[in-house]
């Protein structure tokens, strides 16, 4: 991975800038197209069939519910089918292991393992192309009548791997018309080394420190427990929005604006608010897609809970096919149920900083549930929480924190908009590139020693 990042920021990603800007205006789809595909079959090949596949079949789905548009039973039957093969894809690679090791718990079945391996970024772009045809049907976005166009939103390889999720309706003019600029162009530069800077320096020093500690649970204690978990929370926030943040800059390099994807989630004072500043594409798209045509909160309470237990479910299976990601999406989908109905009054009433530490307690328990995959892991990590038969904080543990403390600062420090704040105070000023152009040289010097130097980078939303 280490060395696969390097060739990208170096070979591939300064390759592929100067080819498209050297073609003419109406060829570089057709060339971003070839070079998403050869940078998605990179390590297996046999992978880009799939995406053609899979680009194909959604496009000619799109259009033949555009085509039967005035015949509600065609254009109804076409959705579905085109959604059924979606799913189905999506369920055959990332499920099938799943469900036949479930199934082998029982002692009379052995289901031989089937092994499938899956696809990078196969929930987010199979997302992508669901959402196209929904949106086709619904006439909330034109059909697209370029192939290689739709291709080319679909394997887009700024955000194909690990998202956002980006929607057809809100990039369909940009694949069309879009006029790259030098502005836009540098605002991506600055975006891309924001992003790498979250990734390489702070996502990659959390993982270390997370999975250090986790190395030795039984001598954590309460507080080394707790700390190597903050990591965690640490790790797959940088790890998420710094990739999010790259993907926003390599499209603004080609001329292309995504939404954003996070707004500084662990700032919020409620559940509720961390799932609109979490994952915004995402939640978005079962909103939508999901809650909504379920029938959302028009239905009564009881309706609406069970709509909202279902989205949940979903999300957390979304996530992972194991069993402790759907237990993360009920748990987070019942606290949503508790703080609409129950807990809402009483969390308006408390001070601010009370409201922004329970949330921050349940976030941090709720990575827990996300990060070990077995119960016997999960018990043995919430039992090390709460109990103090293994004391405040183990010596190894006590040392790995101490050394690592300077770099939790500035994590807890960047999750907050204060720099974005500050950075917004002086940025109409005459030299405030001098500053940009050195800030963006001294992250790239540094990740780049980190990621020639380290062995540990992960991007942890690849296998989703």
Known sequence: ???????????????????????????????????????????????????????????????????????????????????????????????????TDTLNM?????????????????????????????????DDAPVSKNFINFGTYVALFPQLIAGPIVRYKDVAYQ?????????????????????????????????????????TTDNNGVLGTWIGLLAYTFQIYFDFSGYSDMACGLGNMLG???????NYPYISKSITEFWRRWHISLSTWFKEYVYIP???NRRGVKRQIINLLIVWG???????????????????????????FVLKKFLDKLPSFLQHIYTMIIVIIGWGLFKFTTIS??????????????????????????????????????STPLAAKLYSRFSDTRYIWIAEVIFCLIILVISTASLVKQS?????????
């Open 1 to 99: 991975m280490v060395f696969s990042s390097l060739v990208f920021m170096f070979a591939y990603l300064p390759l592929t800038l100067l080819i498209y800007y050297i073609v003419p205006r109406k060829g570089r789809n057709i060339f971003l197209f070839i070079f998403n595909l050869i940078f998605y079959g990179w390590g297996e090949p046999t992978l880009v069939l799939l995406m053609v596949f899979n680009v194909f079949f959604n496009y000619i789905g799109g259009y033949l519910v555009d085509k039967f548009r005035n015949d509600d039973k065609k254009k109804k039957l076409f959705l579905i089918l085109t959604c059924i093969l979606d799913i189905g894809i999506l369920a055959v690679f990332k499920y099938t292991n799943m469900i």
């Open 106 to 138: 029982l002692p009379f079945l052995d289901i031989p393992s089937l092994k499938i391996s899956l696809p990078i970024g196969i929930s987010f772009y199979t997302f992508q192309t669901m959402s196209y045809v929904i949106d086709v049907y619904r």
């Open 175 to 215: 694949l069309e018309h879009r006029k790259e600029s030098l502005e836009q162009f540098t605002n991506g530069v600055k975006l891309f080394m924001v992003g790498l800077g979250k990734k390489v320096l702070i996502a990659n020093s959390m993982g270390n420190l997370n999975e250090a500690i986790f190395s």
């Open 256 to 262: 292309f604006e995504f939404l954003k994807n996070f």
């Open 294 to 296: 379920l029938g959302g």
């Open 314 to 340: 979903l999300t957390g299976l979304w996530h992972g096919a194991s069993w402790n990601f759907l237990l993360w999406g009920l748990y987070y989908g019942l606290l949503l149920i508790l703080e609409k």
């Open 377 to 414: 892991e999960l018990g043995s990590c919430f039992a090390d929480m709460f109990n103090f038969a293994n004391g405040i904080c183990g010596a190894e543990a006590y040392t790995l924190i101490v050394s690592y403390l300077p770099i939790i600062i500035v994590a807890a420090i960047a």
């Open 456 to 464: 540990y980078n992960p991007f942890l939303y690849f296998r989703f």
